[in-house]
Structure formats: C-alpha cells, structure tokens
C-alpha cells in the first residue's frame, strides 16, 4: 500500500523555517515529481513528512543581477524555456528543460527539485555545473552558498541539511561564453537519459578558454572532467584537439552499467557528443 506522510504547507519562508528548526525529518515537495513516486516504495524508502514549498512565493522568479541569472528554486522547466532571461543568457538550460518529461512534468517540475533530488540522469545538473553555478541555501540558523562543484557528494546526497531548503539558483554570466547541451536517450521525448553533457568555454584567437566539460548519467552524480578540460584548456580550436579530447575523455571517465545502458556504450557515445560539439562549434 502506498504510504501517506502528513503534511505540512507554509505560506510564508519563516515559517517554513519554523517547521525545520523543530526537526522531525521533513523532506520538501514543490513540484513532487519524483516525490511522489517515492512515496510509492517504488524508488527507495517513502519520506515520513513532507515539507510542501510550492507556496513559498519568496522561492520564485528569474531576473539579471549584477551579471549574473537567478532563479527562484521553485522555477518550473516551463517557466525556464518561456523566460527571456534565460532565451537569452543561458540558452543551453532552455534547451535541458524542454527534454525533462512531458508538459505536465514541465509544468509542475522545478529547477529546485532537479538539484536535490541529485538524481545522476538529472538534465539540467550539467549546465549548472559547466556554468559554475552555486546555490543559496537558507534555513533556520542562516543563509549559506554552495558551489555546484560542491553541492552532489554521493548517489543521491548533497551539501544541503536536513533543516535547509535550496532558495535560489545563480549562474554567473562572463562576457562571451559559450555553452552547449545533449542528451542521448532511448527516445527523442520522455526518455530518461542514457548519457547528457555541457560543453562550456569562452573562444580567444583561435583557442579555448575557460573549458567546462559536464556530463550527467555516466557516474553517481554529475562530473567535472578536469583531464578532458585540460587538454582543450589553451589548445587550438581544430579538429586534431577534437581528436584528442575525445580519446582523453573516454579514458578519463568510468562509466556505470544499468538497466538503461551499458558502461561501453556510454563511454563511446560519451566520446563522440564532446567531439561533435567541438566540430560543431570550430565549423569544420
């Protein structure tokens, strides 16, 4: 039988605070997408008290400041890909959330609930980590902000405690960077990922700078990959970088077998999106 937590619904972030100094293992709901499954017993053990944010109005909006985009944890992945904000300084995000689910998912879903939910297929976890995202968490004993970088520690862990709530998400925009996104799935629509990665860096005279490379479903958590990020890092922008890259990553990265797909697959295709984005960035 599907458990059913008591729950709880603040109107205002004090409040919410309030429920969270007290204790009692609440797990927040926004969108409740993965949630809800949760409390299924169908993915891991059901949460024994639910934290309703959704209306958490101090918790919503997207907006330019100081050179960099925020996002309000409780932004959906339709509000994503319909903001201005978002069309015009972070295109590859747009892009991530317009592959999450069907529209209802987009709909309800959050930006918020991807990030905890650190799920290591989650979409949207690359861009912000080749963005160099950080994340403001708050709770009852203050605010704190944590870099992407830093925020997923295991399989489903992060940096968040247990009487915090993600507040808000901001990508800082340095002038003249370049990002790219790709998934690969089983289908082109509604498929959970198989391989995803975010291809960051600022073109100088004919070389990159500043290279992030991110992918998501390949490890328990979303990666970095320094060693390919070293190779293109300064290197000339041409098809012979591309090369070696491409060779560097599928040595550097050790991929996980699953029900979706197998470690070989993932590390060759995996190999072959970086290569491609590159050619398709260099235009050769």
Request: charged letters at 30%; a negative charge.
């Amino acid at each position: 039988m599907p458990h059913e937590p008591p729950v709880e619904s603040p109107r205002s972030l004090d409040d919410a605070y309030r429920l969270l100094e007290g204790g009692n293992d609440w797990r927040p709901i926004a969108g409740g997408t993965d949630v809800m499954v949760q409390i299924t017993g169908e993915l891991g053990e059901p949460p024994e008290r639910l934290l309703d944010v959704w209306h958490l109005d101090e918790l919503r909006g997207i907006s330019v400041q100081d050179g960099r985009l925020v996002l309000g944890a409780l932004t959906t992945y339709t509000e994503i890909r319909r903001s201005a904000e978002c069309q015009e300084f972070l295109p590859a995000l747009c892009e991530a959330a317009a592959t999450i689910g069907a529209a209802q998912i987009q709909n309800r879903g959050t930006i918020g609930g991807n990030i905890v939910n650190a799920s290591p297929a989650g979409d949207t976890l690359p861009v912000l980590l080749a963005a160099d995202a950080e994340f403001a968490l708050g709770g009852p004993r203050g605010e704190r902000t944590v870099a992407a970088r830093d925020f997923w520690v295991a399989y489903r862990r992060t940096a968040r405690a247990d009487d915090e709530l993600l507040l808000r998400v901001v990508v800082p925009l340095p002038a003249e960077r370049r990002m790219r996104f790709r998934k690969v799935g089983t289908r082109r629509a509604q498929a959970i990922s198989k391989v995803v990665m975010s291809l960051a860096y600022r073109p100088d005279a004919g070389v990159w700078r500043d290279v992030r490379v991110a992918l998501g479903s390949i490890a328990d958590r979303p990666v970095r990959l320094r060693e390919t990020e070293s190779v293109l890092e300064g290197a000339a922008a041409r098809e012979t970088t591309a090369d070696h890259a491409a060779a560097v990553l599928g040595r550097e990265i050790q991929p996980i077998d699953d029900v979706r797909s197998t470690a070989d697959y993932r590390r060759v295709v995996s190999a072959r999106i970086l290569h491609r984005l590159l050619r398709e960035e260099g235009g050769w």
